[in-house]
């Protein structure tokens, strides 16, 4: 998923980064995040992980800078790439609110997550209301729109997703 996220759909490309992870390998059967990272040159600073990470901590000053480099890199990290991982992030949030138990056998299967990531969530749930993260849906609603075209102030995307920060996190 870290591969496909800071890649693209691009078949060729997602060869070629597999390619250099092989090679980089050692021969190894297991490859870590972190010998994905350095193979593909991955920024594990500032990537839609750490972003959406950000905006579950509420942390509007690294949102914003993680923003500055993934809002500027069209070609890897297009708007319409990033709306849905938020999107699917905050609804995470929201499934542990519901659920309202911390268990997390119980959250691994209903977010369907790796159970190092449970945490988490559960900590960002502590920081969102459930009216909030409505919102927070509305406004992910209608920045898609906007990156589509309806209801535009030709803003650029850039723009756009400094607005999300904004309008989610703070």
Same mark, same amino acid.
């Given at each position: 998923?870290?591969?496909?996220?800071?890649?693209?759909?691009?078949?060729?490309?997602?060869?070629?980064?597999?390619?250099? %992870?092989?090679?980089?390998?050692?021969?190894?059967?297991?490859?870590?995040?972190?010998?994905?990272?350095?193979?593909?040159?991955?920024?594990?600073? @500032?990537?839609?992980?750490?972003?959406?990470?950000? %905006?579950?901590?509420?942390?509007?000053?690294?949102?914003?800078?993680?923003?500055?480099?993934?809002?500027?890199?069209?070609?890897?990290? !297009?708007?319409?790439?990033?709306?849905?991982?938020?999107?699917? @992030?905050?609804?995470?949030?929201? &499934?542990?609110?519901?659920?309202?138990?911390?268990?997390?056998?119980?959250?691994?299967?209903?977010?369907?997550?790796? !159970?190092?990531?449970?945490?988490? @969530?559960?900590?960002?749930?502590?920081?969102?209301? !459930?009216?909030?993260?409505?919102?927070?849906?509305?406004?992910?609603?209608?920045?898609?729109?906007?990156?589509?075209?309806?209801?535009? &102030?030709?803003?650029?995307? @850039?723009?756009? &997703?400094?607005?999300?920060?904004?309008?989610?996190?703070?």
């Amino acid at each position: 998923a870290v591969l496909i996220q800071n890649t693209g759909n691009d078949l060729h490309r997602i060869d070629g980064e597999l390619q250099k %992870i092989i090679a980089n390998s050692g021969g190894s059967q297991n490859i870590s995040l972190s010998d994905l990272e350095t193979a593909s040159g991955i920024d594990k600073k @500032y990537n839609v992980f750490e972003f959406t990470r950000a %905006i579950g901590q509420r942390n509007l000053f690294k949102s914003m800078e993680i923003a500055e480099v993934i809002g500027r890199d069209k070609k890897n990290t !297009p708007f319409l790439m990033i709306l849905p991982i938020v999107f699917n @992030y905050l609804k995470r949030i929201q &499934l542990v609110l519901e659920t309202g138990s911390h268990n997390r056998d119980a959250l691994v299967r209903k977010l369907g997550v790796n !159970p190092f990531f449970v945490q988490e @969530y559960v900590s960002a749930s502590q920081r969102y209301h !459930p009216s909030e993260l409505r919102k927070a849906f509305s406004t992910i609603q209608e920045m898609d729109l906007r990156v589509k075209g309806v209801r535009q &102030l030709h803003s650029s995307d @850039y723009e756009l &997703l400094r607005e999300l920060i904004v309008r989610i996190v703070a």
